[in-house]
Each structure stands twice: as C-alpha cells, then as structure tokens.
C-alpha cells in the first residue's frame, strides 16, 4: 500500500503566501505523475497543477503565474507554492500520486499502478 501525507495548510491574509507538501510512503515501485487538487463546498475535485517524473507540469489556468509545484524524486515528495492567495483559492487541497507498486509474495511480483489520495488539507485565505 501507499501513503500520502500532505501539511502546509492554514489559514492566510489575501496577497499572501503558503506552501503544502506532501510525502509519499510505502511499497513504492515508481511514482508517475504527482499533482495537486482542490475541493470547493458541494464540488468536485479540480486540478490544481500536476508534474510528471520528468519534470513536466500543468497548471490550471486561474493559478498560472502564483502557484508553482516542485517534486524532489529522491524523497517522493511534491510541493505547491502558493503566492498571491485570493479568497477564491479557499478550499481542500489534495495531493495526488499516481503509483506503479511492486509487491512479491511467495516469489511472484506483482506490479500495479494506482492513484492514491491524500487526506486533504485546509487552506483558508480571508480577504
């Protein structure tokens, strides 16, 4: 199994900053793409920005030129830096990873690829 971790979130004045992070875990083979989702009251998940293992990333547009993510594949962790907050960024902030795990049992691999949630952190930005 796999574990994401995520912290970084809080509470913000609008045209400040945060930074989330999150921390993958466990029988970890590969990790693919790692990104970031938000949750509005009554919504669904949206994108936020994503990164693949190459260091390609995708933002959505309401967060190009603020919000910046950085993964370190050393350490299965990815980043959001989130600069110029308005109080239209207040929501849940998931991170996501999608892993190819390795598992062996009685001398047979079995390789899978999965996403996995994290458990989601607050950001809150009062104007």
């Known amino acids: 199994q796999v574990q994401l971790v995520e912290s970084g979130g809080g509470l913000v004045q609008a045209g400040g900053s945060l930074r989330l992070s999150c921390a993958a875990s466990?029988?970890?083979?590969?990790?693919?793409?790692m990104g970031w989702y938000r949750q509005f009251p009554g919504k669904q998940r949206d994108l936020v920005a994503d990164?693949?293992?190459?260091?390609?990333?995708n933002y959505a547009d309401s967060v190009k030129g603020r919000f910046t993510i950085f993964r370190d594949n050393a350490k299965n962790t990815v980043d959001l830096q989130m600069n110029t907050l308005k109080a239209e960024d207040t929501a849940v902030y998931y991170c996501?990873?999608?892993?190819?795990?390795?598992?062996?049992?009685?001398?047979?691999?079995?390789?899978?690829?999965?996403?996995?949630w994290g458990q989601g952190t607050q950001v809150t930005v009062s104007s």
């Open positions: 990164i693949t293992s190459s260091g390609i990333t």
């Open positions: 466990g029988s970890i083979f590969k990790i693919n793409a």
């Open positions: 996501l990873a999608d892993v190819t795990t390795r598992t062996i049992d009685h001398g047979i691999a079995t390789i899978s690829r999965n996403d996995y």
